[in-house]
């Protein structure tokens, strides 16, 4: 009863606060109007919750109070599911939830909020005549919303927040150092001692990761032959620039495009300004249209240019959708695009290209076409991301929102942003492009595709097995003697690391594979793992060390960690000098940022549990009615 009159009398706070810790603030577009003029909803059941059918009309009415919440800046926090139909059924189990556990939201305090937040009467009467609901019904619809977001605000209080051991720990985490000696080795530089593997050998080493994608930890080397998703795509453009002296501008147009855009043409006072400041930049004056026409017809071309270029492949567009459609009960034609794009090369500088096969962040670094973007089912989805939504490599699910699109169909028309002469991005050139193939993920069909890749990455593992000998019988030495002297005792293992007639680099460069031995003492290593010089990140190896502070020491007292940073190619041998200590008053003057640190962390966290449509069916026991799509596997 505490917890609940002390949120009470705080409930305006807590939401204020945690919705501006949200970050990411959930809105409804308005569509009050369409649910005011038409009734979107039926009767097909949905699912079953707290016993009882939820039809998709019981979706329309939830997202119809979201979108009268959502008009006066009262919001849930974001759904994460994978569909559209699961967020709108996901709202929905939102609301009932709250529901369920008694937590309401009555008429006369929803007008009470109302009124403490200003909000006009004439407002109120509008939404009604566009909703056609009572005043009652919209308060209940807010009442709802708000019931939901309290209950969020209810369960956030009770999941956040730290003891005072947990948060010293976390300080402890986080800021500890200990002082260390580390020698490195360097997978790479022992390469020239591996000798040349036998057929048999990379057979053996293809079979292994043949079918696997590079995933190589701290701990271990794991190799990946398998090769991604790939299209080969095509596509007709025309770059603005290629007919910009073909434009013609007149008089008119200069005329409208200068009234436009009278800030791009200024000029300097001439002669001295009494009013300016010493130094001070001269003041710039608005120039007239005759001093400026040069540059305004210029300026003025390029834009033309740029709205021509678009609309000729808007209407190349236009075409090669016509002819897909009539083809499509049989293959469309292979040179569908090669034909439009010598039928319009008349009017402009056609470009047409085949890429591939390409996979997804090949495609992305693609100039222009990498960066060009369309908007379908009103999100902005990348051409890249658009390329591989097609049918075999992706399935079409349920009311996906970004449409599936079949080998050799035209995309969306894609466009490239460009700043502008005030730096704002604008559109720039458009550009048609359509797959022409999809080559779903696979194995290589054979050892001879990457048969080089293989070869060096074989020699790799044995350097990366030679440098793991090397380190440990390197800490066992240390072990006994001291890091410092055990590398300089390590003459055999500085020659393998010392190329022939190795010569020092005329400029600073990155320290030898021999030096790299040292040992070094870096400034800073902490339980937390931050980067180490000549190493990297290495959380591991942080764990490792403080862990041994703890462990007995040998017979000769040192403590002394012999571990592989695989990834980064490295093993490291460290020996530990001494944990530095922590003070109490160290951690009482960072206590307050730390805290606010982690109960934003925490918060964020809880937020997208909280909102996690898997989560969210769990919570309620939400039993869904909707047919399985196809390739669905049944519950276990």
């Not at 300016?276 to 071309?301: K, L």
């Not at 490599?393 to 894609?414: F, H, I, R, T």
């Not at 990366?464 to 003697?481: M, V, Y």
């Amino acid at each position: 009863m505490k917890l609940t009159r002390k949120l009470r009398e705080n409930s305006r706070v807590l939401i204020l606060i945690v919705m501006a810790m949200l970050l990411v603030v959930f809105l409804i577009q308005d569509v009050i109007h369409t649910f005011g003029t038409a009734d979107t909803g039926t009767n097909e059941p949905v699912a079953q919750v707290f016993g009882r059918t939820v039809r998709l009309v019981d979706l329309d009415g939830a997202d119809q109070a979201l979108s009268i919440a959502a008009g006066l800046r009262i919001s849930l926090p974001p759904v994460n599911a994978d569909n559209q139909l699961d967020a709108r059924l996901g709202r929905y189990l939102l609301m009932a939830e709250a529901e369920q556990l008694g937590i309401r939201v009555p008429r006369e305090q929803v007008v009470q909020m109302l009124e403490a937040n200003q909000v006009p009467g004439a407002y109120l009467e509008n939404l009604r005549d566009r909703t056609h609901m009572s005043l009652d019904a919209i308060y209940d619809a807010i009442g709802r919303v708000v019931a939901a977001r309290n209950l969020f605000g209810y369960q956030l209080e009770a999941a956040v927040g730290e003891s005072l051991p947990r948060m010293e720990q976390l300080y402890q985490q986080q800021n500890q150092n200990a002082s260390v000696e580390l020698s490195v080795i360097d997978d790479k530089a022992l390469l020239r001692h591996v000798g040349e593997p036998t057929e048999e050998q990379l057979v053996e080493h293809f079979e292994k990761y043949k079918d696997k994608a590079p995933a190589h930890s701290e701990s271990e080397l794991a190799f990946g032959y398998r090769i991604p998703d790939r299209v080969r795509v095509e596509i007709l453009t025309v770059d603005p620039a290629e007919i910009q002296t073909k434009v013609r501008i007149s008089k008119r147009e200069a005329q409208a495009f200068y009234d436009s855009n009278r800030q791009r043409y200024m000029k300097s006072v001439e002669g001295p300004s009494p009013e300016a400041d010493a130094g001070a930049a001269p003041p710039q004056i608005q120039m007239t249209f005759e001093e400026a026409e040069p540059r305004v017809r210029e300026d003025a071309r390029a834009a033309k240019a740029i709205e021509e270029a678009q609309r000729l492949v808007n209407e190349m567009y236009d075409e090669c959708r016509r002819g897909f459609d009539a083809n499509a009960a049989t293959e469309p034609s292979a040179g569908l695009f090669a034909a439009v794009a010598a039928k319009y090369a008349g009017r402009g500088a056609v470009a047409r290209r085949e890429l591939g096969p390409l996979d997804q962040t090949s495609l992305r670094r693609e100039p222009g076409i990498g960066r060009a973007q369309a908007t379908v089912a009103r999100q902005t989805v990348g051409a890249a991301d658009l390329a591989f939504r097609v049918v075999g490599l992706v399935q079409p699910a349920g009311e996906d929102d970004v449409s599936v699109l079949k080998v050799n169909e035209p995309a969306p028309v894609l466009i490239e942003m460009r700043p502008d002469a005030e730096g704002q991005p604008r559109p720039y050139q458009a550009y048609l492009m359509r797959v022409t193939q999809a080559l779903p993920a696979g194995p290589p069909a054979s050892l001879e595709e990457v048969r080089d890749q293989v070869t060096a990455d074989w020699k790799l593992a044995r350097a990366h097995e030679l440098a793991g000998e090397h380190a440990r019988a390197l800490a066992d030495a240390a072990r006994r003697d001291g890091l410092k002297a055990a590398v300089e005792a390590a003459t055999q293992l500085k020659e393998l690391l010392t190329p022939p007639a190795e010569s020092e680099p005329a400029t600073p460069g990155p320290a030898s594979p021999a030096a790299l031995l040292g040992p070094t003492t870096p400034p800073n290593f902490r339980r937390q793992g931050t980067p180490i010089p000549n190493v990297g990140l290495a959380p591991e190896l942080s764990e490792k060390v403080f862990a041994i502070a703890t462990q007995p020491a040998g017979e000769s007292g040192r403590r002394v960690v012999c571990a592989p940073v695989a990834k980064n190619f490295k093993w490291v041998v460290a020996e530990l000098r001494e944990i530095q200590p922590m003070y109490l008053g160290d951690f009482d003057a960072k206590r307050a940022t730390l805290q606010r640190s982690r109960q934003f962390n925490q918060q964020l966290e809880f937020m997208q549990e909280w909102g996690d449509f898997d989560n969210i069916c769990a919570r309620t026991g939400m039993v869904s009615l909707l047919p399985k799509s196809a390739g669905e596997p049944e519950p276990q």
